[in-house]
T-cell receptor, first 114, second 113 residues
Framework: GAVVSQHPSRVICKSGTSVKIECRSLDFQATTMFWYRQFPKQSLMLMATSNEGSKATYEQGVEKDKFLINHASLTLSTLTVTSAHPEDSSFYIC??????????FGPGTRLTVL | AQSVSQHNHHVILSEAASLELGCNYSYGGTVNLFWYVQYPGQHLQLLLKYFSGDPLVKGIKGFEAEFIKSKFSFNLRKPSVQWSDTAEYFCAVTGGGADGLTFGKGTHLIIQP
């Protein structure tokens, strides 16, 4: 199946700093990518839909100025957590959708904000 | 908005036992349904999906699921589980023009040898 990578896999940062997470589709082009958040022992929650060349669509309750999404190419979407705080600590997972409407998931990024 | 309910949060079975994990969704329109698996330390992988057609869908590793529209259900089954099936299983749905997946809370399956 198609491969999606995320970088970094794990990041620890101080409160108030910004963190950028990259999501790449390695062997296919994805006009649409998705960002999810997973709290410990809970399910994945959709944060936003990232469309190549246009603004992301955010789910209700997700602050677009807090979680900046850029989808500059057909293989790369980035999520920047701005002015991170401890409550932003979580597991962030991206997925990329292929032409067959199937989503392929990245391995996730563990963010810890001190 | 749609929601997904998985009935069992933790399931423990012995090898060779039969498995059925329940999944119900709430949305009255056309939906696409998925089951994903997450093995320990690995990322989500698609087990099977239903878009249309035969409501009994077969996936990888011997798994199958049946879409019952009248019951808003999409239960996952496997006739004989193996130790390697130990994992977290997520039911998910898209529909209503939304492209992102709505996930259930997951079922942690443990297979005892």
């Amino acid at each position: 199946g198609a491969v999606v990578s995320q970088h970094p896999s794990r990041v620890i940062c101080k409160s108030g700093t910004s963190v950028k997470i990259e999501c790449r589709s390695l062997d296919f082009q994805a006009t649409t990518m998705f960002w999810y958040r997973q709290f410990p022992k809970q399910s994945l929650m959709l944060m936003a839909t990232s469309n190549e060349g246009s603004k992301a669509t955010y789910e209700q309750g997700v602050e677009k100025d807090k979680f900046l999404i850029n989808h500059a190419s057909l293989t790369l979407s980035t999520l920047t957590v701005t002015s991170a705080h401890p409550e932003d600590s979580s597991f962030y997972i991206c997925s990329a959708r292929d032409t067959g409407n199937e989503q392929f998931f990245g391995p996730g990024t563990r963010l810890t904000v001190l | 908005a749609q929601s997904v309910s998985q009935h069992n949060h933790h399931v423990i079975l012995s090898e060779a036992a039969s498995l059925e994990l329940g999944c119900n969704y709430s949305y009255g329109g056309t939906v696409n349904l998925f089951w994903y698996v997450q093995y320990p330390g690995q990322h989500l992988q698609l087990l099977l999906k239903y878009f249309s057609g035969d409501p009994l869908v077969k996936g990888i590793k011997g798994f199958e699921a049946e879409f019952i529209k009248s019951k808003f259900s999409f239960n996952l089954r496997k006739p004989s589980v193996q130790w390697s099936d130990t994992a977290e299983y997520f039911c998910a749905v898209t529909g209503g023009g939304a492209d992102g997946l709505t996930f259930g809370k997951g079922t942690h399956l443990i297979i005892q040898p």
